[in-house]
C-alpha cells in the first residue's frame, strides 16, 4: 500500500485515527504495531514473516545484549550475530541474483537464476535494527522496553518501507509519551497534504513528462536527466514530508531527510540535504568505524570509496547503482582535496557545477542497462548525430513548461523565503484554503491516474 | 484557531468521502467514461490485493466525475497544457496526438504484401488508407502520424492506391469519437466505387437517428463536450441483405440496434469486432464480389457498398489469421479492398497474419 491512494488515505489513515485516539496511551503503541503490521500485510502479504522475524530476532539479540553488558566476548558474539542475521539477509533477498549473473558473466558458469521477492522496505527496516543493534552494543541510549516497543518502532508504517531512516534514540521519548498536540497534528496534516501533492501533482506529472520524450534530439536528452532529477526529488521528499506528517498526526517527531538539495553549492553540501537519514546512517555505521578522516590519506580516500560504493549498492543490485555511488565518492574526494577552495571562490559557478554533477548522477541512478546510459550520455554532449530539436520535443516542452517551472521553483525555498520576509495577512488568511485546495485537486489526481509508481519503494 | 479549522476541515473531507463511499449506490457502468467499472475484488493473498482494492474505490469514489473535470481544469488552465491524455479541442472536434511508429507502419506493408500472396491474379485489389481526423487539424501545436510516409511507402506497390485524403474533410467524423459519420460518406463512397470501377447510382436512404453518442474519445477529455447524433441508414438494399456473423450466428441483419444502447454504440454498425462475415445481395445492382479487409473504419462504410455487390465478404484483419479465412473463401475473381485506418496502420502489431 502506498500513502498516495484511496485505500489508505480514506480508509486506512480514518480508521487509524479513530482507533488510536480512543485507545488509552499505554495500548496506542500496541495499536500502532497492529496497524503496521496489517500497513505491512497489504502490500506484503507473504513477506510479513521476515519483518517479524526481524523484529524478534533483534529485539532479543539487544536484550541479551544488555544482560551480558560486563561479559565482553559474549556481548561482541552477539552484535556480530545479530549483525550478520541483518546483513545475509539483506545480501540474500537483495543481491543474490545480482551475484550469481556476475559469476555467470565473469567464469562463463550456468548457475541458476533464483526467483526471489525483494521484501519491500528491507532495506530501510534492516538498516535501522543494525542502528538499534550498534546503539545499544555501545550502550548509546536504552533498550526498548518491550518487545511490542522495539516492534512498533522497527515496523512503525509511516517510516516503514521508504524511510526516513529513523533511529531508536530519536523516537523513544515519542514512543513512551504517546502525546499528541493540537499544533503537532495540523503541522501533520499540512506536511502530509504538502508531500502528496509533490508526489502527484509534480512527480508523477514530471514522470509522464519523461515518458513522452520520445524522439532523439539533444534538448530531449537533456530533459530527460533534469526532469527525472525533479521527479525523484519530489517522489522521495513528498514520501518523507507525508511520512513526518503522519508521525506528527500520532506524536512521532521523525527528522527532515531533505533541506532543499538543488541550492547546494557543492556536491559535499548536497549529501548534507539530500537523504539525509541515509547520509548520516553510513556516516555513523561505516565510515567512522572504519577510521573516518582520521588515518593516513590513502586510508582516508578507501575509507570514502568503500562508504560510497556500498551507498550505490544500497540503492539496487546493479552495476548503475555501485558506478552511481563510486561516481559521487571520486568526486567527493576531488571536493575535499582541492576543488573546494576554488568553488569557494565563486558566486554562481559553485551551483552550476553542483547541479550539473547531480543531474549527471541521476542519469546513472535512472539507467541500468549500461548501453543505454551510454547512448544517453552520448546524446547529452553532442557525440551522437542526432538533431539539436524536433516537433514532439518542441510540443512536449511547451506543454510542459509550466509544470517544469513550478518543479523548479518549488524545489527551492523561493517561496518559503517570500512568506517569511513578507508576511502578511491575506497569505495568513489563504493559507487552510489553499492547502485544502491542493489536497482535493491531488485526489483528482490519483483519481485520473495511470502513473503512480514510487520510486524508491524498490531499494 | 487556525489549526483547528486545518484539522476540522481535514477530518470532514476525509471521513466524508470515506462513508459516503461506502454508503452510496455502486454502479457497474459510467455513463461519462462509457466504460465498466471494477467490482469488489475478492480477497486473495497476493501482492496485488491491495492495488485491486484502491482501483475499485477509484472506480466508484463520490463525485468521481467532478474529480475527473478538476484535474483537467487544472491541467488546462493551471499548467496551461495543450492536451489531455493527449487529446485535444479544437472547433468542438477531439482529435488525439499520434507519434509515428515506422516499424509499425512497415509492419502493415509487409502485412499487406504477405496477404496479397495468398490472392489469386485475377483479384483487382485496392488500398483505401483512411486518415485520421487529425490530418485535417490545421494547428502548430500539435503531433500527428507522419502521413506522407504512410503513403509514399506503399506507391511503388502493384496494388490500387485509392487515395481519399482530399475527399474527406473533419467534419466527416464524430466530434467525440474517431469513427466517420454513415451520413456523411456520400461522397467517399462516391469516389471509391469510381476507382473501384463500379457506376455510383443515388439511391434514396431512410436516416435512423440515436441522440447523445459518446465515442472513444469522450471518456478520456473529461470535460463537457458537445456530443454527436449517431445516424444509421437504410434501404432496401440493406433491409432485404442476408448477413452471416461467423461469431454471433442469432443476428442476420447489418445493424445490431441492441448495440445503440451498449458501451460503444458504433458497435451497432455490423455488430462492432465481428471478425468474418459474409453479406449476400440477390438484388445487387451488379454481379461483382468484394473482399474488405477491414478495421472498425470499415463498419459503417461497408453497409454503404452492399447495393453495388452481390456478395461481399468482411474480414477484420485485427481477429482473424489468414489460414482461417483462406478456409472459408475461395479467392477467384473478387475485387479485394483493404480498408484500414492509418491508426491502424500506425499500431499494426495487432494485425494477425
Known amino acids: ?459 | 484557531m487556525k489549526d483547528k479549522i486545518l484539522i476540522i476541515s481535514f477530518l470532514i473531507i476525509i471521513y466524508g468521502f470515506a462513508i459516503t463511499l461506502i454508503i452510496l449506490p455502486k454502479k457497474t457502468i459510467s455513463n461519462t467514461e462509457n466504460r465498466y467499472l471494477k467490482e469488489f475484488p475478492e480477497f486473495k493473498l497476493t501482492n496485488d490485493y491491495s492495488n485491486s482494492l484502491d482501483t475499485y474505490l477509484l472506480d466508484h469514489f463520490p463525485l468521481r466525475d467532478n474529480f475527473l473535470s478538476l484535474k483537467a481544469y487544472y491541467s488546462y488552465n493551471i499548467l496551461r497544457k495543450i492536451e489531455n491524455n493527449n487529446l485535444v479541442i479544437n472547433k468542438a472536434q477531439i482529435y488525439k496526438m499520434e507519434n509515428t511508429n515506422y516499424k509499425s507502419i512497415d509492419n502493415y506493408y509487409d502485412y499487406i504484401t504477405k496477404t496479397m500472396s495468398y490472392l489469386n491474379p485475377n483479384n483487382k485489389v485496392s488500398l483505401v488508407l483512411i486518415p485520421d481526423k487529425n490530418y485535417y487539424l490545421d494547428k502548430k501545436d500539435f503531433i500527428k502520424i507522419d502521413y506522407d510516409y504512410i503513403y509514399s511507402k506503399f506507391d511503388n506497390l502493384d496494388i490500387n492506391l485509392i487515395d481519399v485524403r482530399n475527399i474527406l474533410k473533419s467534419d466527416d467524423y464524430y466530434l467525440t469519437d474517431t469513427h466517420l459519420k454513415q451520413e456523411s460518406l456520400e461522397d467517399f463512397i462516391k469516389y471509391l466505387l469510381k476507382n473501384l470501377d463500379i457506376t455510383y447510382k443515388d439511391i434514396p436512404y431512410t436516416y435512423h437517428y440515436y441522440e447523445n453518442f459518446k465515442g472513444v474519445y469522450y471518456k478520456d477529455i473529461h470535460i463537457k463536450s458537445k456530443l454527436d447524433t449517431l445516424t444509421y441508414l437504410t434501404n432496401p438494399y440493406i433491409d432485404n441483405c442476408k448477413v452471416k456473423y461467423l461469431e454471433n450466428s442469432k443476428l442476420d441483419k447489418v445493424y445490431n440496434l441492441d448495440k445503440l444502447d451498449s458501451r460503444d454504440s458504433y458497435e451497432v454498425y455490423l455488430d462492432g469486432a465481428s471478425s468474418f462475415i459474409e453479406i449476400t445481395n440477390s438484388n445487387s445492382l451488379n454481379d461483382k464480389e468484394l473482399v474488405i479487409f477491414r478495421d472498425s473504419f470499415g463498419s459503417s462504410i461497408t453497409p454503404l457498398l452492399i447495393p453495388y455487390y452481390s456478395k461481399i465478404i468482411v474480414i477484420d484483419n485485427r481477429y482473424i489469421a489468414s489460414k482461417i479465412y483462406l478456409n472459408l473463401i475461395d479467392f477467384n475473381k473478387q475485387d479485394v479492398l483493404f480498408l484500414n485506418s492509418t491508426l491502424l496502420v500506425n499500431q499494426s502489431f495487432t494485425l494477425k497474419k
Not at chain 1, 487509524?16 to 485507545?23: A, C, G, K, M, V
Not at chain 1, 541479551?64 to 552477539?78: M, R
Not at chain 1, 521523525?254 to 540535504?273: G, L, M
Request: glycine letters at 4%; hydrophobic letters at 50%.
Open chain 1, 1 to 459: 500500500m502506498i500513502f498516495s491512494s484511496i485505500l489508505f488515505i480514506f480508509y486506512f489513515l480514518t480508521t487509524l485515527l479513530l482507533i488510536y485516539f480512543i485507545t488509552p496511551k499505554k495500548y496506542k503503541n500496541l495499536v500502532l504495531l497492529i496497524f503496521s503490521l496489517l500497513f505491512y500485510f497489504l502490500g506484503e502479504p507473504k513477506n510479513i514473516i521476515f519483518l517479524i522475524l526481524s523484529c524478534i530476532i533483534n529485539y532479543y539479540l539487544s536484550y541479551f545484549i544488555v544482560k551480558y553488558q560486563k561479559k565482553k566476548i559474549l556481548k561482541k558474539t552477539l552484535l556480530i550475530l545479530g549483525l550478520s542475521y541483518n546483513i545475509i539477509t539483506l545480501i540474500y533477498f537483495k543481491y543474490t541474483n545480482f551475484l550469481l549473473n556476475n559469476l555467470n558473466n565473469i567464469f562463463n558458469l550456468n548457475l541458476k537464476i533464483i526467483n526471489i521477492l525483494l521484501p519491500i522496505g528491507i532495506s530501510f527496516y534492516t538498516f535501522q535494527a543494525i542502528s538499534y543493534l550498534i546503539d545499544v552494543y555501545n550502550n548509546k541510549h536504552d533498550k526498548a522496553t518491550n518487545l511490542i516497543e522495539f516492534a512498533t518502532y522497527l515496523t512503525l508504517f509511516p517510516q516503514l518501507i521508504a524511510g526516513p531512516i529513523v533511529r531508536f534514540v530519536d523516537i523513544k521519548d515519542d514512543l513512551n509519551k504517546n502525546h499528541i498536540t493540537k499544533e503537532d497534528f495540523s503541522l501533520g496534516i499540512k506536511r502530509f497534504i504538502i508531500g502528496l501533492a509533490k508526489k502527484v501533482l509534480l512527480a508523477n506529472t514530471l514522470g509522464e513528462f519523461i515518458l513522452k520524450l520520445t524522439t532523439k534530439t539533444i534538448l530531449s536528452s537533456w530533459l530527460k536527466p533534469i526532469s527525472y532529477t525533479l521527479q525523484i526529488y519530489f517522489d522521495f521528499s513528498g514520501y518523507s514530508d507525508m511520512a513526518i506528517g503522519i508521525g506528527l498526526m500520532l506524536g512521532f517527531h521523525f527528522k527532515e531527510n531533505f533541506n532543499y538539495p538543488f541550492i547546494a553549492n557543492s556536491v559535499t553540501n548536497f549529501w548534507r540535504r539530500w537523504h539525509i537519514s541515509l547520509s548520516y546512517w553510513f556516516r555513523d555505521y561505516i565510515y567512522i568505524p572504519l577510521g573516518g578522516n582520521r588515518v593516513n590519506k590513502l586510508k582516508w580516500i578507501l575509507n570514502i570509496l568503500i562508504v560510497w560504493s556500498l551507498t550505490g549498492l544500497w540503492h539496487g543490485a546493479s552495476w548503475n547503482f555501485l558506478i552511481w555511488g563510486v561516481y559521487f565518492g571520486i568526486i567527493l574526494i576531488i571536493e575535499k582535496l582541492f576543488l573546494k577552495k576554488y568553488l569557494e571562490k565563486t558566486k554562481v559557478l559553485k551551483y552550476i557545477y553542483t547541479i550539473l554533477i547531480v543531474i549527471i548522477s541521476f542519469l546513472i541512478f535512472s539507467n541500468e542497462n549500461l548501453d543505454t546510459l551510454i547512448t544517453e550520455f552520448k546524446n547529452m554532449f553532442f557525440l551522437n548525430k542526432i538533431p539539436f530539436t524536433d516537433n514532439v520535443t518542441n510540443f512536449y516542452l511547451k506543454d510542459y513548461f509550466m509544470l517544469l517551472a513550478i518543479g523548479i521553483i518549488s524545489s527551492t525555498p523561493i517561496l518559503k523565503t517570500i512568506t517569511k520576509k513578507y508576511p502578511n495577512k491575506i497569505f495568513n488568511i489563504l493559507e487552510i484554503p489553499i492547502l485544502l485546495i491542493i489536497f482535493l485537486i491531488s485526489i483528482a489526481f490519483l483519481i485520473d491516474a495511470s502513473f503512480n509508481p514510487f520510486l524508491y519503494f524498490r531499494f
